[in-house]
């Protein structure tokens, strides 16, 4: 182990226009090594281009510059191979409506030319939950098990690299759950797991590592945990004892939000001010404290504050 699961060099999309549109330039030359092993968060606002960054990994969208290297091959030179490499679960839900569950999964076995005593049909089924549904037509089933439907199509050929464009999208609590613990598992055995969601604690409790895009550019890419690290501000929230109105003496660097619940939030540089000398100033002025905690940054924070910045700006 050790090398890239996939390499992106100067990988740039431009859409043709429609209807005297302008034509749109998707992504502008993306340099991006994801490490084999990894689960690697692809993340970004709306439009950012990461659907069409997987579709072009997937194959499904033509680059129009720059080199694609799948688990080693050059997608140029080694299209088969590359493709074998990689399972897609794509954002749409492009199902056909008159298979069942278990055809879908034979037909894309076909698809990718699995012989029949390798597939591995039943065992997929039981992953994502739907042996009860394997004969049921696909019309029938709800959207929630089209989606587990659309992620066993992505495994019907073992792929090294499993990708997953905004699985858990609309999807309820108990079927998330069991998507991430699906997820972790193929995680486990070696899959490498690329994914994009909306839901930036699900990006922080599964990514190792996290790229963001923004308007077809990298923007940043690091560990999730080196990533949280830079934002400085930390918060100690308190409880008072009895309703507070009016200021408050406060050290330098510290400042004061009321909430809407009653309780005083200070946010502070963790690197300057030490939560203890609030609480002094605190103590000091003579107000008591009936409870205290202090809320660490998370990735959320860092996402707003790169997507936010004025020169990153459309
Ligand atoms: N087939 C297409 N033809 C023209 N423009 C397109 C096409 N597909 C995507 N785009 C444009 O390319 C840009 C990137 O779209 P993309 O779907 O890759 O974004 P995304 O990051 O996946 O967004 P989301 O979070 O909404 O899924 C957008 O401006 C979009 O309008
Ligand atoms: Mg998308």
């Known amino acids: 182990m050790g090398g890239n699961a996939i390499e992106l060099r100067g990988l740039t999309k431009t859409y043709a226009g429609h209807k005297g549109e302008p034509p749109k330039q998707a992504l502008k030359g993306i340099d991006l090594d994801i490490p084999q092993g990894s689960v690697f968060g692809?993340?970004?606002?709306?439009?950012?281009?990461?659907?069409?960054?997987?579709?072009?990994?997937?194959?499904l969208v033509t680059k129009t510059s720059g080199r694609v290297g799948i688990?080693?091959?050059?997608?140029?030179?080694?299209?088969?191979?590359?493709?074998?490499?990689?399972?897609?679960?794509?954002?749409?839900?492009?199902?056909?409506p008159f298979f069942t569950p278990r055809g879908s999964l034979e037909v894309q076995a076909g698809l990718y030319g699995v012989p029949r005593a390798q597939r591995r049909t039943d065992e997929i089924l039981e992953l994502i939950g739907l042996s009860d549904k394997a004969n049921a037509y696909a019309r029938a089933l709800s959207g929630g098990m089209r989606r587990r439907l659309l992620l066993g199509?992505?495994?019907?050929?073992?792929?090294?690299?499993?990708?997953?464009?905004?699985?858990?999208?609309g999807v309820d609590i108990e079927l998330r759950q069991m998507l991430w613990a699906n997820v972790r598992k193929l995680n486990r055995r070696g899959m490498t797991i690329i994914?994009?969601?909306?839901?930036?604690?699900?990006?922080?409790?599964?990514?190792d590592e996290i790229a963001i895009i923004h308007h077809g550019e990298l923007l940043i890419r690091d560990t999730t945990k080196r990533l949280i690290a830079r934002i400085d501000t930390k918060t100690l929230v308190i409880e008072p004892a009895?309703?507070?109105?009016?200021?408050?003496?406060?050290?330098?660097?510290?400042?004061?939000?009321r909430r809407d619940d009653g309780r005083l939030a200070f946010n502070y540089a963790r690197t300057k001010v030490k939560p203890?000398?609030?609480l002094s100033a605190l103590r000091e002025a003579g107000i008591e404290i009936a409870d205290v905690s202090i809320e660490e940054p998370h990735l959320e924070d860092v996402f707003l504050d790169l997507t936010r910045a004025p020169d990153h700006a459309a």
């Not at 073992?158 to 858990?168: G, K, M, R």
């Not at 009895?242 to 939000?257: K, R, Y």
Request: some cysteine.
């Open 276 to 278: 203890g000398d609030i």
């Open 71 to 96: 688990w080693g091959f050059d997608q140029d030179v080694n299209p088969r191979q590359s493709r074998a490499a990689i399972g897609v679960m794509p954002q749409e839900l492009n199902l056909d």
């Open 195 to 207: 994914l994009t969601t909306h839901y930036l604690e699900e990006a922080e409790a599964m990514c």
């Open 153 to 169: 199509k992505a495994l019907v050929h073992d792929p090294q690299i499993l990708v997953l464009d905004e699985p858990t999208a």
């Open 242 to 257: 009895t309703p507070l109105t009016g200021d408050l003496p406060l050290p330098d660097g510290v400042q004061m939000d």
């Open 42 to 59: 692809l993340l970004g606002p709306n439009g950012a281009g990461k659907s069409t960054l997987i579709n072009i990994l997937a194959g």
